[in-house]
C-alpha cells in the first residue's frame, strides 16, 4: 500500500519561521490532522526540492505555459542540486525567459524550501482556506501545498 503525504513549505524557499511558530504550527496540524500516521517538522541548512513522489506528471513555463521537456527539467534540477540549490533561476527552452525553478508549473505541486511540515497519510484529501489562512498566520509566511504519493 503506497503512502500519501501532505507537505507544507513556506512560498519563500529561504524562508525559516521561529522556533516558537513551529511549535505553534506543529499543535496546529495536530488539531487539524488527528487521525494521521506521522507529522514531522523538517529543517535543511540549504535548500532542497521538495517532491510529489509517484504524482509528478509534467512541468510547465510559468511565462508560455509550454510543456517542458522532462530531460531538460531533470538536468537542470540536477546541476542546481549540485550547487546546493544556491541559484534557482534558469533560462528556459521555450520562450528564453529567466525563471526560478521554484515558480515553474508543477502539474501536481512541488517545490522548494528549507522547512518542511509533513503529515503521513492524513485523513483528509486537502486543507480548507481557514486552516490554510491559519497557518500561514502562525508561520508568518505564505505556504505551498503539495501532495506527494510514494
Do not use: H
Not at 521561529?18 to 540549504?46: R, Y
Amino acid at each position: 500500500m503506497s503512502d500519501n503525504v501532505l507537505k507544507l513549505i513556506p512560498s519563500d524557499p529561504l524562508f525559516m519561521p521561529s522556533q516558537e511558530a513551529q511549535d505553534k504550527a506543529e499543535a496546529f496540524m495536530f488539531a487539524v490532522l488527528p487521525e494521521i500516521d506521522e507529522l514531522s517538522i523538517d529543517i535543511s541548512d540549504s535548500i532542497i526540492f521538495v517532491d510529489q513522489g509517484e504524482n509528478f506528471e509534467n512541468v510547465s513555463c510559468p511565462i508560455c505555459k509550454s510543456v517542458l521537456d522532462t530531460d531538460w527539467w531533470s538536468t537542470v534540477i540536477n546541476e542546481a542540486s549540485e550547487a546546493g540549490f544556491a541559484d534557482l533561476n534558469k533560462t528556459v527552452p521555450c520562450c528564453g525567459a529567466s525563471v526560478s525553478l521554484n515558480d515553474l508549473c508543477y502539474n501536481s505541486p512541488a517545490g522548494f524550501a528549507r522547512f518542511v511540515i509533513q503529515a503521513r497519510n492524513p485523513s483528509i484529501t486537502d486543507l480548507d482556506e481557514n486552516s490554510i489562512k491559519e497557518l500561514e498566520g502562525i508561520l508568518g509566511c505564505g505556504i505551498k501545498i503539495i501532495w506527494a504519493q510514494y
